[in-house]
Every structure is written in C-alpha cells, then in structure tokens.
C-alpha cells in the first residue's frame, strides 16, 4: 500500500518503511495512495480532524494528522486501514448507519449473528438484559472486549466516532 508522508516525519516514514510500505513525498504521492500523513494542521482554520477521510464513498483517502496523534496512534491507524476493514454487528433497522459504515470500509453483520472478530455493537432497541445499558458500555476484557453502542442515546455522528474510536 502506497502512504504518502508530509516531511519532517522521518522516524514516522522509517518505521512505515520497516512495516514493509511504500511510503513517498506527501507533494510528490500522485495516484494510488490511500492514506496520507500531514503534520502542523491548523485544526480550526482547516477543519483536519485526527482522522479524516477525503474523496468519494468508497475510494476515500484517509488522512492522518499527526499533530494530534502520537507515533503509535499512527501506525495503529495505517495497521486499520492498510488492512481488512473491521467488523460491526448492527442491529435491524439501522439502515442509515450500516451505508455509512459500510462507506468507510467496515464488514457490517447482523446483530446476533455467530461473526467472528466483532468489537463493536450498535443496538437500538434496549429491551431485557439491555435496559439499564449506558450509551457505551463495554462487555468482556483484553482481546475479548466488546464495545456495545446504544443507538437510541447516541447521535449517528457519535456512533460513528464511537466505531472508529474502538474499532482500533
């Protein structure tokens, strides 16, 4: 995979390089790249949140600021998206949530379906062993842990930074 990198982000473009990737000039990327590294944003005059994904649904650059992530944060993220999509369990009638997940690269599966590798749950109806379930409530621990989103207390813009918060 092709990681264009802004300069000044040597040890950065070093450990990229060692991971195995392609990684090029931010000014001289040209096509094929899938993820840039940007450094020293303004995030209030150019509107670059820690990550940010450009172009139309489905052919999306992701850009990485930097400036707001550490080293390992980084590489998490490039690990991510330089890789299979993550898994989400959906319960029914959550249409407008599984386009958008599904836009951004997620396997999206129905909720109680046997899907291996789900870490996040976004339900909507809060019946039974659900009802005193927070708006983020989290099940199991270490490689085990599950993220459960309730949807009827969350935005769709908080679910969404929510998934791609625990998704990680």
Same mark, same amino acid.
């Given at each position: *995979? +092709?990681?264009?990198?802004?300069?000044?982000?040597?040890?950065?473009? &070093? =450990?990229? +390089?060692? #991971?195995?990737?392609?990684?090029?000039?931010?000014?001289? /990327?040209?096509?094929?790249? +899938?993820?840039? %590294?940007?450094?020293?944003?303004?995030?209030?005059?150019? &509107? %670059?949140?820690?990550?940010?994904?450009?172009?139309?649904?489905?052919?999306?650059?992701?850009?990485?600021?930097?400036?707001?992530? /550490?080293?390992?944060?980084?590489?998490?993220?490039?690990? #991510?998206?330089?890789? !299979?999509?993550?898994?989400?369990?959906?319960?029914? @009638?959550?249409?407008?949530? #599984?386009?958008?997940?599904?836009? !951004?690269?997620?396997?999206?599966?129905?909720?109680?379906?046997?899907? #291996?590798?789900?870490?996040?749950?976004? %339900?909507?109806?809060? $019946? @039974?062993?659900?009802? &005193? =379930?927070?708006?983020? /409530?989290?099940?199991? &621990? @270490?490689?085990?842990? *599950?993220?459960? =989103?309730?949807? /009827?207390?969350?935005?769709?813009?908080? $679910? *969404? *930074?929510?998934?791609?918060?625990?998704?990680?």
């Amino acid at each position: *995979m +092709k990681i264009a990198i802004q300069t000044g982000l040597k040890s950065l473009e &070093e =450990l990229l +390089k060692i #991971k195995g990737y392609d990684v090029v000039p931010f000014r001289e /990327s040209g096509l094929g790249v +899938k993820i840039s %590294i940007v450094t020293d944003i303004d995030e209030a005059y150019e &509107e %670059i949140d820690p990550v940010t994904f450009y172009g139309p649904e489905g052919d999306e650059v992701v850009i990485l600021n930097a400036t707001q992530l /550490s080293e390992e944060d980084v590489l998490r993220y490039v690990e #991510k998206y330089a890789t !299979k999509p993550q898994t989400v369990a959906l319960q029914n @009638g959550l249409e407008d949530i #599984k386009e958008k997940l599904a836009a !951004k690269g997620y396997d999206v599966v129905a909720y109680g379906d046997d899907a #291996k590798d789900v870490r996040v749950t976004v %339900i909507n109806s809060v $019946i @039974g062993a659900y009802e &005193e =379930l927070d708006p983020v /409530s989290f099940f199991g &621990e @270490g490689d085990n842990e *599950m993220v459960v =989103l309730d949807a /009827s207390k969350l935005t769709e813009e908080q $679910i *969404m *930074m929510y998934v791609e918060k625990y998704t990680v």
